[in-house]
């Protein structure tokens, strides 16, 4: 079989509450919704709960704590990003005969020139930007090396960008990585989207607004592709809602948070003739999964550090994942704003049940997702015994974790 081009869409701090096919009823998103129903919706599908992490769980295939990579911080400095010595995906494609293209958000290390840009990490090409944030109108982007402001609006001009790239004479498979800015920090929407979702609190108008436009954006860019292209559709952490206005539903918490609405997102795969439409899979899936899934589907061998599973087998009905737990490790956000100290949020999923593990692990709580998907009843004290092989779990994968450093100098964005 023909190798499949690779398209890995990532949106930004969009939660489970911010689309049709996961559950919103306030803005109306038809064209996300069609390239759901399209392929198979991942009904908990995890990253991380902050941006860098979540990027690099992605493009390793490995949980980033493997190589002290817990939140942000480490990534947001002017001379530090992604350790070197870890291999990309884009890397690893490359040399089996892909192009390989980014277009929109890095935030795995800043500089044109640096040795963490991304023209350094397995990118042919690249036009966006390097750090968290991005502007919206008119915004300041690189270009393979040369930054200038471009005009226009900035979820238009990443998915121009992209249909160029996809619409290209390619003599060989491409990967493109498309990292919207929408719908983080500094928010600005267009003025005729705003004007749809007047009747909506400001800053749910606004994220609407935003949402609104990605969801034109997509719709323009599922009529480019050839069907042989495998879709990869999700966001890097769950909304912010008193902040950006982006929901999560159901769930408790947001992004920063290890409780549900900081780490479940909406996930689609799609991969015409090979994963069914309608398809759903309920087993819990990451972003550690992207990279052994489009690896598998290139025919390119499986490195042996990976974290991640080949989610194919489960994609296109023909086998079933195995049960295995699900691990997550960063800092309390919140505290360090306030107070520049970093306590510990931990947590650990395997089957139904939750372990959260918090303020350097003397606070622990037990959910049951099953039962309860908002993580409102708290059943430690109930289950001493999964308590304790939960954690026991969590610490036999955290004893093989880098610790988190910073650079000297380390200045935060």
Request: proline share 8%; net charge positive.
């Amino acid at each position: 079989m023909q190798r499949p081009n690779i398209l890995v869409i990532l949106v930004d701090d969009i939660g489970m509450g911010d689309f049709g096919f996961t559950g919103a009823k306030d803005i109306p998103t038809p064209n996300i919704d069609r390239l759901a129903k399209s392929g198979a919706v991942c009904t908990s599908g995890y990253v991380t709960p902050m941006c860098a992490p979540t990027r690099a769980a992605f493009l390793t295939g490995r949980y980033p704590q493997r190589f002290g990579l817990e939140d942000n911080r480490p990534c947001d400095g002017m001379k530090n990003g992604l350790p070197r010595e870890v291999t990309l995906l884009p890397q690893r494609l490359r040399e089996a005969g892909y192009t390989t293209h980014l277009v929109g958000k890095w935030h795995l290390g800043k500089g044109d020139n640096s040795e963490f840009a991304p023209r350094n990490r397995g990118f042919d090409t690249f036009f966006g930007y390097f750090g968290a944030f991005g502007q919206y109108v008119n915004p300041t982007y690189s270009r393979d090396g040369k930054e200038s402001v471009v005009t226009g609006y900035g979820t238009d001009l990443l998915t121009d960008e992209a249909c160029k790239i996809i619409e290209a004479r390619h003599d060989k498979p491409y990967f493109l990585h498309l990292a919207y800015t929408a719908a983080h920090l500094k928010q600005e929407a267009k003025p005729e989207d705003l004007a749809k979702f007047t009747h909506l609190e400001p800053k749910r108008q606004m994220a609407a607004a935003i949402i609104h436009n990605l969801d034109t954006n997509i719709g323009k860019l599922m009529t480019k592709l050839d069907p042989n292209t495998l879709v990869f559709f999700l966001s890097d952490n769950g909304g912010e809602p008193r902040v950006l206005g982006t929901l999560n539903g159901p769930l408790r918490g947001q992004k920063f948070d290890v409780y549900e609405g900081g780490v479940r997102v909406p996930f689609v795969v799609r991969w015409p003739g090979q994963i069914k439409p309608g398809t759903r899979l309920d087993t819990p899936v990451s972003a550690i999964d992207i990279q052994p899934t489009v690896l598998a589907a290139a025919g390119i061998p499986q490195p042996p550090d990976q974290d991640g599973l080949n989610l194919l087998p489960a994609l296109t009905r023909k086998g079933k994942l195995p049960e295995r737990p699900h691990f997550w490790h960063t800092t309390d956000h919140a505290t360090w704003q306030q107070a520049r100290r970093s306590p510990n949020l931990s947590a650990v999923r395997l089957g139904d049940w939750k372990l959260v593990i918090k303020e350097e692990g003397a606070v622990t709580e037990l959910y049951n997702l099953k039962q309860d998907l908002s993580e409102k009843q708290d059943q430690a004290a109930k289950e001493p015994p999964r308590v304790a092989e939960l954690r026991q779990l969590f610490d036999a994968w955290n004893a093989k974790n880098q610790p988190q450093t910073f650079p000297p100098k380390q200045v935060r964005k």
